[in-house]
Nanobody, 124 residues
């Protein structure tokens, strides 16, 4: 089993930046590609971006492209989501997820493990 725990959410103002982190335990971190998703109230879960097991490849969804950067630290077993120029419509619960390294980061499927999520609220 893989355990994921997000942190770093909170209340910010429009235009602010925020960095979310996801700590991973239970299995070899390098065995997994990592993704970030978000879900706003009353809306479907939305793909934010993903990073390959080595950190060499990233892939971003359209919703936040150009405002987010995903990185990972394979020593600390952590993946981060740096979000800039936040907007009220970015308000959501943000989740990190893991899928096997053998799957491509270019699809939003195959994520087997999920964290509990962290709330991000952006005020106008």
């Amino acid at each position: 089993q893989v355990q994921l725990e997000e942190s770093g959410g909170g209340l910010v103002q429009a235009g602010d930046s925020l960095r979310l982190s996801c700590a991973v335990s239970g299995r070899t971190f390098r065995d997994y590609n990592m993704g970030w998703f978000r879900q706003a109230p009353g809306k479907e879960r939305e793909f934010v971006g993903a990073i390959s097991w080595s950190g060499g490849s990233t892939f971003y969804g359209d919703s936040m492209k150009g405002r987010v950067t995903i990185s990972r630290d394979n020593i600390k077993n952590m993946v981060s989501l740096q979000m800039n120029n936040l907007k009220p419509e970015d308000t959501a619960v943000y989740y990190c997820a893991a899928k096997p390294w053998s799957t491509t980061v270019l699809t939003v499927s195959d994520y087997a493990y999920w964290g509990q999520g962290t709330q991000v609220t952006v005020s106008s």
